[in-house]
């Protein structure tokens, strides 16, 4: 999970809201699904941090996983706060 991730929820949050997506590669204006590793992990370990200490408010979004010939990609919606 980048590090970004939860500077891009902080952002989406402090505005409209918005999707953030594991398992997409993008180069330049192509967009290839690659897929992400224990799947079920990584959505744990990253809505466990939004709703701990980690922001000054507890964020909860709303987690969908899709399945693409056995690639996992998560996609997460990051409610505006307010």
Known sequence: MPKSSFE???AFSNTNG???VFGVKQT???FE???VTDAEKIEQDFTTT???DKFNQKIRVRSIKYDFDGKIVLAFYVPASG
Do not use: P
């Open 8 to 10: 891009t929820v902080s």
């Open 18 to 20: 918005g999707w953030l």
């Open 28 to 30: 330049k204006k192509t």
């Open 33 to 35: 699904i690659t897929g």
């Open 50 to 52: 939004l709703r701990g």
